[in-house]
């Protein structure tokens, strides 16, 4: 069974630190997304990773995916208050025929203060 | 495009009655999936509907039971609830190989 593991679980930081949160996940997969989750709302998409070595940057946040160590990780540069969220990676297992589920991490809730 | 839209916002039952939440996928996407968050935690998968047919299943039990109509909208059946449904019920949806989006989610909360 595919187990998502993420951490930190919870991340506090100052505005205009540089952070790294870190999705391990257990077998093979070629893509891995990364969610933002506001509190009470529903999950904003940030990241599609589609291959070994893929690279994506949005702003402050680059997500990057090693398939081999089966890992990705989320880089936070230069925090403001804004980023405050909650952030999933999800890794959605391979087989024929499409789309299959997805399955989450329990999420990094990201605090960054004034 | 309206993107996923979902129906009702926000949902109060009692124990042991049955609620019916609903889905209309983003224009063009022909797969709808149902996921259940309960507060604090990830969204687990519960069912995957194709081509009005269930794809694959989570570990959920039958009191969850879903349905797919022609025009690819989705409802997810949930009977005899217990407390422990209340959670954010999210509809994804996804053209195939390419993804899933998200709905805004359904608010269920179990008395």
């Known amino acids: 069974e595919l187990k998502v593991e993420q951490n930190p679980l919870f991340l506090s930081m100052q505005e205009g630190k540089n952070y790294t949160i870190y999705c391990n996940y257990s077998t093979t997969s070629d893509r891995l997304y990364w969610y933002r989750q506001d509190p009470g709302k529903s999950l904003e998409s940030l990241f599609v990773l589609l291959s070994n070595g893929a690279v994506k940057q949005e702003g402050r946040l680059m997500a990057s995916l090693d398939t081999k160590a089966r890992l990705s990780t989320l880089h936070i540069t230069a925090a403001v208050h804004d980023l405050s969220a909650t952030y999933f990676c999800?890794?959605?297992?391979?087989?024929?025929?499409?789309?299959?589920?997805?399955?989450f991490g329990k999420g990094t809730k990201l605090t960054v203060n004034p | 495009d309206a993107g996923v839209t979902q129906s009702p916002t926000h949902l109060i039952k009692t124990r042991g009655q049955q609620v019916t939440l609903r889905c209309s996928p983003k224009s063009g996407h022909d797969t709808v999936s149902w996921y259940q968050q309960a507060l604090g935690q990830g969204p687990q998968f519960i069912f995957q509907?194709?081509?009005?047919?269930?794809?694959q299943r989570g570990n959920f039990p039958d009191r969850f039971s879903g349905h797919q109509f022609p025009n690819y909208s989705s409802e997810l059946n949930v009977n005899a609830l217990l407390l422990g449904d209340s959670a954010l019920y999210l509809c994804?949806?996804?053209?195939?190989?390419?993804?899933?989006?998200f709905g805004p989610g359904t608010r269920l909360t179990v008395l």
């Open positions: 509907y194709y081509e009005e047919e269930e794809r």
């Open positions: 994804a949806s996804s053209p195939g190989l390419a993804g899933q989006f």
């Open positions: 999800a890794v959605e297992p391979i087989t024929q025929g499409g789309s299959e589920k997805l399955v």
